[in-house]
């Protein structure tokens, strides 16, 4: 991190992940078993997950050895979580929960949007007007990714259109790196963009939070705008590393949504 330190920073990379991971978990809980119960405050502490996760991806597409090799573990393990849920649904269909997690999409279309930043800053700083506009058209590729969202969406209206192939098409679609079908919508994968552009300031970063967090609260989603919290232990982050156990979170994120859909499909359908 390049601000500096102060003494009631004591959260690491590692820490404030294993945080978000339990938030995660809990929120998840809701997701899997509110229509048995579960409490509404369980997915209300699961809106800090977000921010938490995407101020944390922040700081690690800035320090990691090779961003090319990050998106694409990125673009694999969305791969895998479109998969994943797909079969265990068809395997153990519940109509009381539709799984459509995956935060590993978010992420990387984020990530792809701090490189096309770092590229827009390039140009500026070796004045090459073809890596500004190169890096500007790259931020069209997203969106030109959600095509087949749209003419899915416009097929479906169209009783001479085989549903099939409607299907096929919606699938198709969920392994494009489509700004508009990530988890959290494209709003998340701004926030995660401004945390990268305003990453040497920490009150700035905050401030962006705030902001986002206060939008969503005018416009109505009460409950999402509790991400606000997530300020306190992005604040509390002082910039170590700690144990780096990436590899755990690429593994219990599926592992811990499979399970719980289990669960909630074989005791509580």
């Known amino acids: 991190m390049d601000t500096k330190k102060s003494n009631w920073q004591f959260l690491n990379a ?93 992420f990387f279309v984020s990530g792809l949007y701090m490189l096309f930043w770092d590229i827009f800053v390039d140009g500026i700083h070796q004045k090459s007007i073809l890596k500004i506009i190169g890096a500007i058209l790259l931020c069209f590729i997203p969106v030109l990714l959600s095509m087949p969202v749209l003419i899915g969406g416009f097929l479906v209206t169209n009783e001479n259109i085989s549903p099939d192939i409607v299907r096929y098409i919606a699938i198709f679609s969920l392994y494009l790196p489509s700004i508009l079908i990530v988890e959290g919508s494209y709003f998340s994968v701004l926030l995660g963009l401004l945390f990268y552009i305003f990453r040497k ?18 416009t109505g989603d009460r409950i999402q705008s509790i991400m606000i ?30 399970i719980l859909y289990v669960i909630s499909t074989l005791v509580f359908k």
């Open 229 to 258: 919290f997530a300020a306190v232990p992005i604040a509390l982050y002082n910039g170590e590393k700690g144990k780096g156990i990436k590899n755990f979170f690429y593994i219990f994120y599926p592992l811990h949504i499979g």
């Open 14 to 106: 590692t820490t404030l992940k294993l945080i978000a991971a339990t938030l995660m978990f809990i929120d998840h809980i809701h997701e899997m078993f509110s229509h048995v119960g579960a409490p509404i405050w369980l997915t209300m502490i699961g809106r800090l997950v977000f921010p938490m996760f995407l101020f944390a991806a922040s700081e690690s597409f800035h320090y990691t050895h090779s961003k090319k090799r990050y998106l694409l573990r990125l673009l694999i393990a969305s791969w895998f979580m479109t998969t994943f849920t797909f079969v265990l649904q068809g395997i153990l269909p519940n109509d009381n929960v539709a799984l459509m997690n995956n935060a590993f999409s978010t």
């Open 201 to 218: 300031d920490r009150v700035l970063q905050i401030a962006v939070l705030v902001a986002m967090s206060a939008y969503i609260f005018i």
